[in-house]
């Protein structure tokens, strides 16, 4: 399942996580994002109590964006303990994600 943060839930749903956290950066007018989405959704899937996968939507959640150097979406950032492990811009396949993920896992 994907969850959607906002300010008021990232530090416990992100920064606070026992388990490494994906988190999506998108807007519903990037056509990238939305092919990035069902990308999203199967990593949930596949990584499902190894991974927590979160999105945040730049629009409703700007000062999140600007928090993590967001200038650009799709950015999906890998944090583990709080911290960014790895970040990654664009649109990029089911594949390259989870090789991101496993090298962090």
Not at 58 to 76: F, G, K, M, N, R
């Amino acid at each position: 399942m994907v969850k959607e943060l906002t300010k008021a839930n990232f530090e416990q749903e992100v920064m606070l996580s026992d388990v490494p956290v994906l988190v999506d950066f998108w807007a519903s007018w990037c056509g990238p994002c939305r092919m990035v989405s069902p990308i999203i959704d199967s990593i949930a899937d596949e990584y499902a109590g190894k991974l927590k996968v979160c999105k945040v939507n730049v629009d409703d959640e700007s000062s999140l964006a600007a928090e993590h150097a967001v200038v650009s979406i799709p950015t999906v950032i890998l944090m583990k303990d709080g911290k960014i492990v790895e970040k990654s811009v664009g649109a990029k396949s089911f594949d390259d994600f989870c090789d991101m993920i496993d090298a962090a896992l």
